[in-house]
């Protein structure tokens, strides 16, 4: 993409409506506009990284085996009613009637709706074992909506819902969904501490949070050090092993429970949250299968919900400079920048052009500054919106073939050939193993 093409409306100064440095960065790097209280238009830099993250959430859910379907944003109340639930949010599910003066309402989530889809079509036992997902955008009408994205009215989620046969089925899915949500936000470049949670209006006995530690977050978590010494790689753990440390979160924890000097403490982002639901919404609603001899056999559910539209502003919180963002790789929105500090000057053009039509060709995303910016603006403009990667072409440079190349998160820079400079990024070579360096 050539940024003279492209629509990525940056801000300068602070916003003066943003209280944290995500919201401030989403506003300022020109990912979203706030169109009123809690919902957001995504512009384009802002869309390619909610939809990088939700790739990587299809991805990991797949390879679990689930299945991916899609339900309506509107929903008759009549199932609500159903399952009891009708009055259980109060005015945090927004109700309106159609022409029909038939009740809608706006889906903060999905349990009923996915339940009636099961009970409708599983025809046998046969049919149990199912864990079905979608990503759609849910609605809540939060009393307070804030920090951006992060705390939004309507917002993007993934839900997916499972049915087992039995406890002991449910309870697999439960630590399937637990060990799969581990391994999606460390592929987002997040550590996720999962602590004990209350399931809420949600339902079930048994719940856990996932959360990105940060000092913004808007819980209070409690955990057991080796959290901390797995995030810093000094331990390596399975994901049994991790179940069985303590981490609770607000007014679940209970002082006492593990010895002082092994308890941390620290407020947390909430990007995952997952529900072992039991009957309650299979048994309200009738969802049963027979089983093999006939016999009705109600199912046994769980639901697992990520906050998609959150992890934006998450990643953020938690990867970040004075200068802007810095995008782990695997959600950047470009994995590289290309800086042309003399727009006309047909060195600089060339070799700026080849670069860029090199990396396209090799299908590395590059975003080519080919305005005519300062170059100090265009620097800032770059750290600004994080790119992990930024080439530099200036006059000087280009009339010895030579480039500058960058790694946002260290800063570091060297300067080396364009050959050597696309060498690095196809093949994703350190640029500061200085071994490799030298060798050439
Ligand atoms: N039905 C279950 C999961 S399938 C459910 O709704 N769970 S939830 O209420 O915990 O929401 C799932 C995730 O959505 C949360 O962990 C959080 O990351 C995200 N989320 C919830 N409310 C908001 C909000 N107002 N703005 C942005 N993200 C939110």
């Not at 607000?250 to 002082?255: A, L, R, S, V």
């Not at 769980?302 to 790789?329: F, K």
């Not at 265009?378 to 200036?394: C, N």
Request: hydrophobic share 40%; glycine share 8%.
């Amino acid at each position: 993409m050539r940024l003279s093409q492209f629509f990525l409306p940056l801000i300068k100064e602070n916003p003066s409506e943003a209280q944290i440095v995500s919201h401030r960065l989403m506003l300022r790097a020109g990912m979203v506009r706030q169109l009123t209280a809690g919902i957001y238009n995504w512009l384009p830099l802002g869309l390619m990284v909610l939809r990088n993250i939700e790739n990587i959430i299809r991805e990991e859910m797949n390879k679990s085996g689930a299945i991916e379907v899609l339900m309506p944003t509107l929903q008759p109340t009549e199932l609500w009613k159903e399952s009891g639930r009708y009055d259980a949010l109060g005015k945090e599910m927004l109700r309106f009637p159609d022409r029909a003066e038939r009740e809608l309402l706006y889906s903060p989530t999905c349990e009923e709706v996915i339940t009636d889809i099961v009970r409708t079509n599983f025809k046998s036992y046969r049919d149990a074992g199912k864990n079905l997902y979608q990503i759609q955008w849910k609605f809540r009408d939060e009393i307070r909506p804030r920090f951006g994205v992060m705390r939004g009215r309507e917002f993007l989620m993934k839900d997916s819902y499972s049915f087992d046969i039995d406890y002991e089925g449910a309870k697999k899915t439960y630590n399937l969904m637990y060990d799969t949500y581990l391994r999606m936000f460390s592929r987002m470049g997040l550590t996720a501490v999962p602590v004990r949670a209350d399931s809420g209006a949600i339902g079930g006995d048994l719940s856990h949070e996932f959360h990105v530690v940060a000092d913004t977050g808007e819980s209070a978590l409690y955990y057991d050090v080796a959290f901390d010494d797995i995030r810093d790689g000094k331990v390596k753990m399975t994901t049994e092993e991790m179940r069985q440390l303590y981490a609770a979160a607000d007014e679940q924890h209970k002082p006492g429970t593990i010895p002082k000097e092994r308890l941390r403490e620290a407020r947390g982002i909430e990007v995952g949250h997952i529900f072992y639901l039991g009957k309650k919404y299979s048994s309200a609603m009738n969802a049963t299968v027979p089983g093999t001899n006939g016999e009705n056999i109600t199912l046994d559910m769980g639901c697992y919900g990520v906050g998609v539209s959150r992890l934006v502003g998450a990643i953020i919180e938690a990867s970040h400079d004075d200068n802007g963002i810095i995008w782990p790789e695997s959600v950047a929105p470009f994995k590289v920048g290309i800086i042309n500090l003399r727009v006309g000057d047909a060195k600089c053009d060339e070799m700026c052009g080849k670069l860029y039509e090199m990396l396209q060709s090799k299908n590395v995303s590059v975003l080519y500054d080919d305005t005519n910016e300062r170059a100090g603006g265009k620097f800032a403009s770059m750290d600004l919106i994080g790119l992990p990667w930024q080439v530099t072409i200036g006059p000087k440079g280009a009339e010895k073939g030579m480039v500058e190349l960058k790694n946002r998160r260290t800063g570091e820079k060297v300067e080396v050939s364009v050959e050597m400079a696309l060498d690095n990024l196809l093949n994703n070579k350190v640029i500061y193993d200085k071994r490799f360096l030298t060798a050439t």
